[in-house]
């Protein structure tokens, strides 16, 4: 088809696109920072050209900061409402980012889950985040089978369905208790049936009992495992997971508590962990598979997905969650848009009312010769200064929301929520600016009286 052009064209299109292709590349080969920088500047040009192109020739700062101090009251009033706006907004934004970076890091330490066919998702929210389900048991035989692996290098059984003081007792081993929080912050690993050791923010030093109830919340029963006392051995450090509120004991202790066997053989010298007999093997909820290598893990996950047992890897799945909260990011996102044009749009008409007040003083100035040029940059830049203000106070409040909701939500999940504000946040804000600015046009051409004469009548 280029063949068909004229030459002229076809080496004009040329170089087009080898100029397209230098910027392409000088744009790659920005660092990051650099690259918000500029996209942030970009997004402000519009409003700044439009400034210079309104004031070019005039000053007018001394009346404008007149109107703003004679008004000052009204005029924090439109600054606050702007900042309450941007400032939800933008913590809303930021807190979607912190809650995935929060729930991707608690699943750091799963690298693949085995348990019964079945919801992968309820088995994700069950063995990692530690939400009470009910679920199917694994068999002895499958434990075996993937813990005489040579590709495994740890295989750890898990069982739930106690807890104490609203805390989930989970039972595992110590080489799990290793994985998941490395060296402990106080004490050491339980030795035997036992002992117990606690998550950082388990409200249990070491040193104290404790027994057991069965089930969680308000239905558990406080009395169903009399006699089964556990005292406290070693905390570990937090892991930023539910697992720093979980309480840990020997899964054989879970296993006894409950009437079923010890996970050994006969002969058994009561030391806690690895190996278990698959005979005496009463079945896990699930168990939580760590290889040296990352093919293994995929080996690992398509061996054993099969009639009996399903494999999956919780980063997959929570990806697909992440996925979903994509989309609500997005609308989140549409929502926040709205929300700040819409409040624009409140304090724009606002402004038009307010500038209505000094239609006289306005049309003296035309009287006295003043061009409509200069009242519309007196007007524009009344309404801009209030709307950069306003956007810039925002980011200071949806600072202070970010820090407010993940302190929130880390209390109510047991996730470690750590959300910032980002350049994805000065993105939106200094886009609204620029729209918002750019509106503030209206004001000023409503300002502008037609009539001189009747303006100055009232």
Not at 147 to 167: L, M
Not at 238 to 263: F, I, K, M, Q
Request: glycine fraction near 10%; proline fraction near 5%.
């Amino acid at each position: 088809m280029l063949d068909r052009l004229p030459p002229a064209l076809t080496e004009t299109l040329a170089m087009l696109c080898a100029q397209y292709d230098r910027l392409r590349l000088g744009w790659e080969s920005l660092a990051p920072g650099m690259q918000d920088a500029l996209f942030t500047v970009g997004l402000l040009l519009p409003a700044l050209l439009l400034g210079l192109a309104l004031t070019a020739g005039f000053r007018p700062a001394s009346l404008v900061g007149a109107m703003l101090w004679r008004f000052r009251l009204t005029n924090l009033m439109f600054v606050a409402l702007i900042a309450i706006s941007v400032g939800i907004g933008v913590g809303l934004i930021a807190q979607e980012r912190g809650l995935r970076a929060g729930t991707a890091r608690a699943a750091d330490k799963f690298d693949l889950v085995l348990a019964a066919p079945g919801s992968e998702m309820t088995m994700l929210l069950a063995a990692v985040y530690l939400q009470p389900a009910d679920v199917p048991l694994l068999s002895g035989e499958v434990y075996a089978q993937v813990a005489a692996d040579p590709r495994v290098a740890v295989a750890a059984p898990i069982a739930f369905g106690d807890s104490v003081h609203g805390a989930p007792v989970v039972g595992t081993t110590p080489r799990f208790v290793d994985h998941l929080g490395g060296a402990l912050a106080e004490g050491r690993v339980f030795a035997d049936e036992t002992e117990a050791v606690v998550g950082a923010h388990v409200p249990l030093a070491v040193g104290d009992a404790f027994e057991p109830a069965h089930g969680h919340g308000p239905a558990a029963d406080e009395h169903a495992h009399e006699g089964a006392d556990f005292h406290v051995v070693g905390r570990m450090a937090p892991t930023g997971s539910p697992w720093d509120r979980a309480v840990l004991v020997p899964v054989e202790a879970v296993w006894h508590v409950h009437g079923l066997a010890s996970g050994h053989g006969a002969g058994w010298d009561g030391a806690v962990g690895e190996p278990f007999d698959a005979a005496s093997f009463p079945g896990t909820p699930a168990i939580i598979v760590r290889a040296d290598e990352m093919w293994a893990n995929y080996a690992l996950r398509s061996d054993f997905t099969r009639a009996d047992v399903m494999a999956f890897f919780p980063g997959a799945v929570l990806a697909q969650l992440h996925a979903l909260l994509g989309d609500v990011r997005q609308v989140m996102s549409l929502l926040a848009i709205v929300t700040q044009v819409l409040v624009a749009a409140g304090v724009l008409t606002g402004l038009v009312i307010l500038t209505r007040l000094y239609a006289q003083r306005l049309a003296l100035l035309r009287a006295l010769g003043a061009p409509v040029r200069f009242v519309l940059a007196v007007v524009w830049s009344y309404a801009a200064v209030l709307i950069s203000v306003g956007a810039v106070a925002g980011l200071g409040v949806g600072y202070g929301a970010t820090l407010i909701l993940s302190r929130v939500l880390t209390a109510r999940t047991d996730i470690l929520v750590t959300a910032a504000l980002g350049w994805r946040e000065v993105h939106l804000v200094a886009a609204f600016v620029t729209v918002a600015v750019v509106l503030a046009l209206l004001p000023g051409l409503a300002a502008s009286p037609r009539s001189v004469v009747r303006a100055l009548r009232g």
